[in-house]
Nanobody, 126 residues
Framework: QLQLVESGGGLVQPGGSLRLSCTIS????????IGWFRQAPGKEREGVSC????????KYADSVQGRFTISRAPAGTTVYLQMNSLKSEDTAIYYC???????????????????WGQGTQVTVSA
């Protein structure tokens, strides 16, 4: 399993931007896809984005497509989520998670992510 720590959350106005970071430690992080999930109060956790172990393959939820960009540093030990054009509905706790395999699970199946960070709060409000 990996150890993951998120950072970069905060308060931002609608239309603004934030960049979240996920710092990864453990053996062979490039053998694990990394996903970003979020959970808003009273709602179920949802998958936001995922990148493969090499960082060459990426996927996004429809709700963030075109606004969020996931990237992975060459060493594989940091994954970023650049969030632009933020909306109030993006308010949530954001978690990064390490997948069992190097490829992203279909439909962000959370059962296939076995390492989770503690989360970072993102609040979009005027």
């Amino acid at each position: 399993q990996l150890q993951l720590v998120e950072s970069g959350g905060g308060l931002v106005q609608p239309g603004g931007s934030l960049r979240l970071s996920c710092t990864i430690s453990g053996d062979n992080p490039d053998l694990h896809a990394i996903g970003w999930f979020r959970q808003a109060p009273g709602k179920e956790r949802e998958g936001v984005s995922c990148t493969s172990g090499t960082g060459s393959w990426k996927k996004y939820a429809d709700s963030v497509q075109g606004r969020f960009t996931i990237s992975r540093a060459p060493a594989g030990t940091t994954v970023y989520l650049q969030m632009n054009s933020l909306k109030s509905e993006d308010t949530a706790i954001y978690y990064c998670a390490g997948a069992v395999h190097a490829m992203c699970p279909v439909n962000f199946q959370s059962a296939l992510f076995n390492s989770w960070g503690q989360g970072t709060q993102v609040t979009v409000s005027a």
